[in-house]
């Protein structure tokens, strides 16, 4: 009983006090080994020379997590974030369903963390539901040698289980939630893996359904321009549970090894999914403001949909695998927002009237990608991996602002209903060749190298009209290069399962232009501005230990990353939320991660890990909004999470279990919206899981969020423009308590 009691008390010692990562459901005997595939070949997690994490498909499913940001929070020096991305015209945001930014190592900004579904690039926004996941890799600092331009800062990898040839294997989840101030939700998946030529061919079908209750309230008839008076006998009203979202998803697979050709796999895979929202699930002013307030009742929607195809082809052969897939991706982000209250009163040259002033905006994005590689596993020490890449991304942006009534309402001043209305097609070509060679020196001492030479096109066009562009204006340009990204690594063996290693790489980013700025906003940029490639330089050393017959793993890491002429996309005028993207200078960002999982004690497993990263400019272009010792845009010093799982057999074929999972955030500062940046507060979050397995039963109780925490995410840049001291932010959902009920055959 006194072993139980000092057990419990370690796990809420941990809980409280920690700070980690959730790696890997532990086993009573130890630790699980994580085969990964960063380097294009499969590796133990722990013989990796690089700072990176792997979070198992098993390990999400017995913490319950649904999201990216659920398991991406667990990732020390991994911030998540509301950035801007595919915007442009009347300003250079873009709505909710675009809107997510991730930053690895403080390498913050657009296409710096590449987001790969199995091999294939996807756009950074997208949140594959976690239904039948293998794993996620993070890999931190530049990967653009094996990974590509869009890799500068780290690279996040899904990736999807294989069917199996041999089992028929299957499971179905369902969840029953209640969330604070939202109310009641739900959650069912299911998975089925069926054989149906033995050994040959194999289908896995996973299918999900799933309601976010909103915990937002919507309010009109509130008069938000004190200068703007509201027309006598305006109706008022509220409607509660805004935000909320219905998400729907199918993935299918097949396997197939045709007999005739022993070491070939072929695997089709499709996969859709679909959210829609009932409303912006944006507070107003502060985190915790769970109201909105508009004069008029004027909805906002959100809808994201996507779909994603790819044939992979596998050829195992005695001296190495060749590997070859094409894909094709399509995604639709449609958002209207109300932007009422900007246009009457705040706007230069505002209405001074309240009318229906919504923004429709979409974004439009497909993809074609192909690589072709060899991985060799030859006699001797030396092997390399070898690959040609093709991608083709081809993005369409509009936006339209049309207010039935406006010019009416104006007397004929505006002489039209058009308010803004704009095109803006976009095509990003990257055709790319890399390899990289490995060198074993010694049964000890490896040496490795590795170089992508890729060239990248852009082209543009830009067509505008309506009343804020005073008439049509149409503009395009094109933009190519050719660079490179090198990576050289060096692992040293000191001992069995005592390594150290340090590595140098580059990454790049290519240059464009901005689209033209709103003459009604004031001086900008008419005619566009061009920007130029940003690039950086990374070093790390760092070690990856074990100790007492594996029962305890370790990670550590220091970097450096030196960063020239960055990108950095900020607001020229605080009413309008114009914003461009400039070469803003030299930035440089320094820090650490510590990683530890233990399973000293039978049926007890922790996972700690923290992250520090201290990223700031350190010199400013001429003309450039940045200023020196500016911290990089929502990056906070401090990141990090601790998780325990504690099990206790209760009889034959059955044990109960308590998982708890606590993540931090520390304090950052957003320029999204304001030149002098918005402060946005640290926040903790703890989530508790108990429940008993018996077999292919799992019954669980759990609480997410136990301390309701109110996390600010990030402000985002609205389409219409920020009214002033009204920023809208993104936030953690509040305490959510629920049933979970799992049957695996």
């Given amino acids: 009983m006194n072993v139980q009691k000092r057990r419990m008390g370690l796990l809420i010692l941990v809980l409280a006090n920690g700070a980690s990562l959730a790696q890997n459901a532990g086993e009573s005997t130890g630790l699980q080994e994580i085969m990964v595939t960063a380097q294009r070949r499969s590796e133990d997690l722990q013989s990796v020379p690089i700072s990176m994490d792997a979070i198992t498909g098993d390990t999400m499913e017995k913490l319950g997590e649904k999201n990216f940001f659920d398991y991406a929070s667990t990732i020390p020096n991994l911030s998540i974030g509301i950035g801007s991305g595919a915007g442009g015209g009347i300003n250079s945001g873009e709505g909710v369903s675009t809107a997510r930014s991730v930053t690895i190592r403080g390498v913050a900004g657009n296409n710096t963390t590449g987001l790969y579904l199995n091999d294939t690039p996807v756009p950074l926004n997208l949140d594959p539901r976690v239904i039948d996941m293998d794993r996620v890799e993070v890999l931190r600092g530049p990967q653009g040698t094996l990974f590509g331009a869009g890799s500068m800062g780290g690279t996040v990898r899904i990736i999807t289980r294989e069917p199996s040839l041999d089992q028929i294997t299957g499971k179905l989840e369902t969840d029953a939630t209640y969330v604070n101030d939202g109310g009641p939700g739900y959650s069912v998946n299911g998975t089925v893996n069926v054989p149906l030529i033995d050994k040959s061919v194999a289908l896995r079908v996973s299918a999900f359904s799933a309601f976010d209750p909103g915990f937002f309230s919507r309010c009109w008839g509130v008069d938000t321009v004190p200068s703007v008076a509201l027309p006598s006998g305006s109706p008022s009203g509220c409607k509660e549970h805004v935000g909320a979202s219905q998400n729907t998803g199918v993935l299918a697979s097949l396997?197939?090894?045709?007999?005739?050709?022993?070491?070939?796999?072929?695997?089709?895979m499709f996969i859709y999914q679909r959210s829609n929202f009932n409303g912006y699930p944006l507070a107003d002013y502060t985190p915790s403001d769970l109201v909105q307030n508009r004069p008029l009742d004027v909805p906002e929607i959100v809808t994201s949909t996507w779909n994603f195809a790819s044939v992979t082809l596998k050829y195992e052969t005695s001296y190495g695998r060749f590997v070859g897939y094409v894909t094709n991706f399509w995604q639709a982000g449609i958002d209207l927002e109300d932007g009422t209250d900007f246009v009457a009163g705040v706007l230069p040259g505002g209405f001074n009237y309240f009318v229906d002033a919504?923004?429709?905006?979409?974004?439009?994005?497909?993809?074609?990608?192909?690589?072709?590689?060899?991985?060799?596993?030859?006699?001797?020490?030396?092997?390399?991996?070898?690959?040609?890449?093709?991608?083709?991304?081809?993005?369409?942006?509009?936006?339209?602002?049309?207010?039935?009534?406006?010019?009416?309402?104006?007397?004929?001043?505006?002489?039209?209903?058009?308010?803004?209305?704009?095109?803006?097609?976009?095509?990003?070509?990257?055709?790319?060749?890399?390899?990289?060679?490995?060198?074993d020196?010694?049964?000890?001492?490896?040496?490795?190298?590795?170089?992508?030479?890729?060239?990248?096109?852009?082209?543009?066009?830009?067509?505008?009209?309506?009343?804020?562009?005073?008439?049509?204006?149409?503009?395009?340009?094109?933009?190519?290069?050719?660079?490179?990204?090198?990576?050289?690594?060096?692992?040293?063996?000191?001992a069995p399962n005592q390594m150290v290693y340090a590595t140098a790489a580059r990454g790049f980013r290519i240059g464009g232009e901005n689209a033209?700025?709103?003459?009604?906003?004031?001086?900008?940029?008419?005619?566009?501005?061009?920007?130029?490639?940003?690039?950086?330089?990374?070093?790390?050393?760092?070690?990856?230990?074990?100790?007492?017959?594996?029962?305890?793993?370790?990670?550590?890491?220091?970097?450096?990353?030196?960063?020239?002429d960055i990108q950095q996309e900020r607001v020229l005028n605080t009413l309008c939320s114009e914003g461009v993207v400039t070469n803003s200078g030299y930035a440089v960002s320094k820090g650490a991660e510590i990683e530890v999982d233990a399973a000293l004690l039978e049926h007890l497993t922790v996972n700690l890990a923290t992250g520090y990263e201290d990223a700031k400019i350190t010199e400013s272009a001429p003309g450039s909004l940045t200023v020196v010792g500016q911290p990089l845009n929502q990056v906070p010093e401090w990141t990090g999470s601790a998780t325990a799982q504690y099990s206790v057999p209760i009889g034959e074929d059955r044990s109960s279990f308590l998982r708890g999972v606590w993540t931090y955030t520390g304090p950052r500062r957003s320029y999204n919206d304001n030149p002098a940046g918005i402060h946005l507060p640290g926040y903790d979050l703890l989530n508790l899981r108990a429940g008993v397995d018996q077999g292919p039963w799992e019954f669980a109780l759990f609480a997410n969020n136990v301390f309701n925490r109110y996390g600010n995410l990030g402000d985002l840049i609205p389409e219409s423009g920020q009214l002033p001291g009204r920023p809208r932010f993104m936030v953690t959902t509040p305490l959510t308590v629920g049933l979970h009920l799992r049957r695996a055959f």
């Fill in 441 to 494: 020196v010694t049964s000890a001492l490896q040496l490795a190298a590795g170089l992508r030479v890729e060239y990248l096109a852009r082209s543009w066009t830009s067509f505008a009209d309506g009343w804020y562009n005073g008439g049509p204006t149409n503009h395009s340009g094109d933009h190519s290069e050719t660079d490179k990204a090198p990576r050289f690594t060096a692992r040293y063996e000191i």
């Fill in 516 to 564: 033209p700025t709103l003459p009604v906003c004031g001086p900008g940029l008419a005619a566009g501005s061009q920007y130029g490639t940003d690039s950086l330089w990374s070093f790390e050393i760092g070690s990856k230990n074990a100790f007492f017959d594996g029962r305890v793993k370790s990670r550590v890491s220091l970097y450096r990353i030196d960063w020239s």
């Fill in 255 to 268: 396997g197939i090894a045709p007999p005739a050709l022993p070491g070939l796999t072929v695997t089709p």
């Fill in 358 to 439: 919504s923004i429709w905006n979409a974004v439009y994005t497909r993809t074609w990608s192909g690589e072709t590689r060899f991985e060799s596993t030859l006699p001797g020490p030396v092997q390399f991996v070898f690959g040609l890449f093709d991608d083709l991304n081809e993005l369409k942006y509009y936006e339209n602002q049309y207010s039935p009534g406006a010019n009416a309402a104006s007397g004929g001043v505006l002489g039209t209903d058009n308010l803004y209305y704009t095109y803006q097609p976009y095509a990003d070509r990257q055709r790319a060749a890399f390899l990289n060679v490995q060198y």
